[in-house]
């Protein structure tokens, strides 16, 4: 069975307000996870900085090309984007639940 996809999305607006704020609380999840006992090397500058960069490079490239083509539009984008954000945002934030062993709410 496939997936009913939207057709209509949120202003774009309202996308980025979702997006950075999901943003944010993933940032202090890292800094919580880097700077607490048994720091991870995945945390490593090195390790970060190619990461985000390959990830960027590749991610724009292909919105760049499915926008180009009329596959997505615009505000589709923001929305799934703030939605994959907040996603990442909610994984960070069990991950720093069991390293401190409390509840948590990264924002």
């Known amino acids: 069975m496939t997936e009913e996809l939207p057709t209509t ?6 996308s980025m307000a979702r997006y ?6 993933m940032q202090t999840g890292v800094m919580m996870l880097m700077e607490g006992k048994g720091a991870s090397k995945e945390t490593d500058p090195k390790h970060l900085r190619v990461g985000v960069n390959s990830a960027m490079v590749e991610c724009s490239a292909l919105v760049h090309i499915l926008i180009a083509r009329g596959v997505i539009i615009e505000a589709e984008w923001y929305d799934a984007l703030a939605t994959a954000m907040e ?7 069990k991950q720093v639940e069991q390293h401190l062993g409390c509840k948590v ?3």
């Open 9 to 14: 999305f949120p202003p774009i607006e309202h």
């Open 20 to 25: 950075q704020a999901a943003c944010h609380g």
């Open 87 to 93: 996603a990442e945002r909610d994984a960070y934030t």
């Open 105 to 107: 709410e990264l924002a």
